[in-house]
């Protein structure tokens, strides 16, 4: 599998942090040297009438100062009306799309970007970074994989805050498709990165912790919910936190379930968004799925409206259950979800849960178990189905007395 963006990204990242205190630069430099390049007009055009163009690639690498009227003579020359760049342009316009984000309110991000494109105030690769944020929160993969590519190849070309916020959109993106292995590399490595935007630091924080709740990596979360929660824009991340409030009682539930279960049961009156409601009613599922409370779980997954996620715990939950008056109704409403191609982990997982219910001869169940769910674990990894595909292979391995092989596979896994 090609790599999304390369160690060299990374490393590039890091070595810019390294070498200068958050890479800062003139923006109107920065502008003015992207549109002419995107114009593909020469030093010696732009600066006709202005200064010379030994002066003018000064400028434009920001190794002088010159006044607004420089610039102003400079865009006119280009095309560009100087006043009304500098009036619409915002150079913290990534950090209020990520307010909106964090927010749910990813309808004022489409209309931020509109706007952005309309005004003709930012360059092409910037509108490219605004792109691909609303392309991974609205789902569009296959034209956010396109734009990652796309920068990933002029990376060292970004400003030292646009490579940043590419590699935690690459982030976000692998988390969002299912690829937690690599997420889990590259969350890692932004915490590792020293920078002042704050903003970003809890935004990368707060990903952090899905992705460690993900793969397994529990002891890590703390830290983590502890860093936004004492920092600076903790009532703007009050829901996520809530979220993550959800995220910790499930894992308590599992040794301790009625004070956990009870908790959250008393976070109802924090909940004022669908969104909340709908992890709010997984998170409740799963903790009523660990004290064995099936049937409670399969109905409060029904409750909210279906999403991979759930589907696969309401496959789960239908495949402890002896035969129920509920069955052939959640059974339908099983086989009929249609999974999105980077939800495999959910898709399989449910695959092999329908394979049981089906009966399926216990050899091919091993079979797909191994070849095609343990496989795609591999880079698309959730402990929980993980551990539930392990469970559910080592009881089929034992029922046709294959022990030696179940156990061998076993521990060549650990």
């Given at each position: 599998m090609k790599e999304i963006i390369d160690s060299?990204?990374?490393?590039?990242?890091?070595?810019?942090?390294?070498?200068?205190?958050?890479?800062?630069t003139n923006s109107y430099a920065k502008f003015l040297r992207r549109k002419r390049l995107e114009q593909k007009r020469t030093l010696h055009d732009v600066a006709n009438g202005v200064c010379s163009p030994s002066y003018l690639s000064k400028i434009e690498n920001n190794t002088v100062e010159v006044s607004d009227e420089y610039f102003r003579a400079l865009c006119e020359n280009l095309d560009i009306k100087y006043d009304?760049?500098?009036?619409?342009?915002?150079?913290?316009?990534?950090?209020?799309?990520l307010k909106k984000y964090i927010s749910f309110k990813k309808k004022d991000i489409k209309a931020m970007i509109e706007k952005a494109i309309n005004t003709g105030a930012y360059c092409e690769t910037e509108v490219e970074i605004m792109l691909l944020f609303n392309n991974i929160i609205e789902g569009l993969y296959e034209e956010a994989k396109i734009l990652i590519h796309k920068l990933n190849e002029v990376k060292t070309a970004l400003t030292?805050?646009?490579?940043?916020?590419?590699?935690y959109l690459t982030t976000l993106y692998l988390y969002k498709t299912g690829n937690s292995k690599k997420a889990f590399d590259y969350v890692l490595m932004l915490q590792t990165v020293k920078f002042d935007?704050?903003?970003?630091?809890?935004?990368?924080?707060?990903?952090?912790?899905?992705?460690?709740?993900?793969?397994?990596?529990?002891h890590l979360m703390g830290k983590c919910y502890y860093y936004i929660e004492k920092n600076n824009y903790n009532q703007l991340f009050s829901k996520r936190l809530i979220i993550h409030k959800f995220?910790?009682?499930e894992l308590e539930s599992r040794s301790s379930y009625h004070p956990a279960h009870a908790e959250l049961k008393s976070l109802i009156s924090l909940l004022d968004s669908e969104n909340i409601l709908d992890e709010y009613g997984y998170y409740l599922a799963k903790i009523y799925y660990n004290n064995q409370n099936y049937l409670r779980s399969l109905q409060c997954i029904l409750k909210?409206?279906?999403?991979?996620?759930?589907?696969?715990?309401?496959?789960?939950?239908l495949g402890m259950l002896d035969k129920t008056r509920h069955q052939k109704e959640v059974y339908a409403k099983i086989i009929n979800y249609e999974f999105e191609k980077n939800e495999t982990e959910y898709q399989y997982h449910t695959e092999m849960i329908i394979n049981k219910l089906n009966g399926e001869n216990e050899y091919r169940q091993i079979n797909f178990i191994k070849n095609v769910v343990m496989v795609n674990q591999k880079t698309h990894y959730d402990e929980f189905?993980?551990?539930?595909?392990?469970?559910?292979?080592?009881?089929?391995?034992?029922?046709?007395?294959?022990?030696?092989?179940?156990?061998?596979y076993l521990m060549n896994l650990s």
């Open positions: 060299k990204t990374v490393q590039l990242l890091k070595e810019r942090f390294e070498r200068v205190d958050g890479g800062g009304e760049v500098k009036k619409e342009r915002n150079d913290s316009i990534f950090n209020d799309m030292t805050q646009e490579l940043l916020h590419f590699v935007n704050e903003l970003l630091k809890q935004a990368i924080y707060d990903l952090a912790i899905d992705i460690f709740y993900k793969v397994g990596k529990y995220q910790q009682l909210r409206p279906l999403t991979a996620r759930s589907v696969a715990l309401l496959a789960t939950n189905l993980h551990d539930l595909a392990l469970a559910e292979f080592a009881k089929l391995g034992f029922s046709i007395g294959k022990y030696k092989d179940t156990l061998r």
